[in-house]
């Protein structure tokens, strides 16, 4: 496994092509809070449920004032593919090489069923006006998380 992030830290910065073609980096951000998620790959189930979670509470969390940004190993035409069939609103980024998973420490070893190997861990930062990391939780569960996150954000 890459190394995790810390709290109270700067979060690296990362610039990525979203799934209409645009590239945006974290630093475009600057000044507002921002949720980043990492999720191992678009029309999987549970990525699906978590990314539709996120839509579903899209506009509580831009009313507490968060920007949402979800980052993949896929390439930007599956991102606009899920985005378009999800009706996703929130910018979805293609990191195909992993260098910002891992920089994140959201890459590692994992285990699906009887299979081990090297892959992307579902990761869930939350960033402060400043930059700083104010909370990091790797090995999301997609179920309920936004909801949980909402709550631990008072969103």
Not at 30 to 51: H, L, Q
Not at 82 to 87: H, L, R, S
Not at 107 to 123: N, P, Y
Request: charged residues 25%; glycine residues 10%; aromatic residues 10%.
């Amino acid at each position: 496994m890459t190394d995790e992030l810390e709290l109270g830290h700067i979060a690296p910065d990362f610039t990525l092509t979203d799934a209409t073609g645009v590239e945006r980096s974290l630093t475009d951000y600057r000044g507002g809070k921002v949720i980043v998620y990492f999720y191992p790959a678009a029309f999987t189930p549970g990525c699906t449920t978590e990314a539709c979670d996120f839509r579903e509470n899209l506009g509580s969390l831009q009313g507490a004032g968060y920007t949402v940004l979800g980052i993949s190993p896929d390439p930007v035409s599956r991102l606009k593919e899920f985005a378009d069939a999800e009706q996703l609103s929130f910018p979805l980024l293609s990191d195909e090489d992993a260098e910002i998973a891992k920089t994140w420490g959201a890459w590692g070893q994992k285990t699906v069923g009887d299979r081990t190997f090297d892959g992307l861990i579902r990761s869930t930062m939350v960033i402060d006006e400043d930059g700083s990391l104010t909370s990091i939780e790797y090995n999301v569960n997609p179920n309920g998380h936004v909801g949980r996150l909402r709550e631990a954000l008072a969103a």
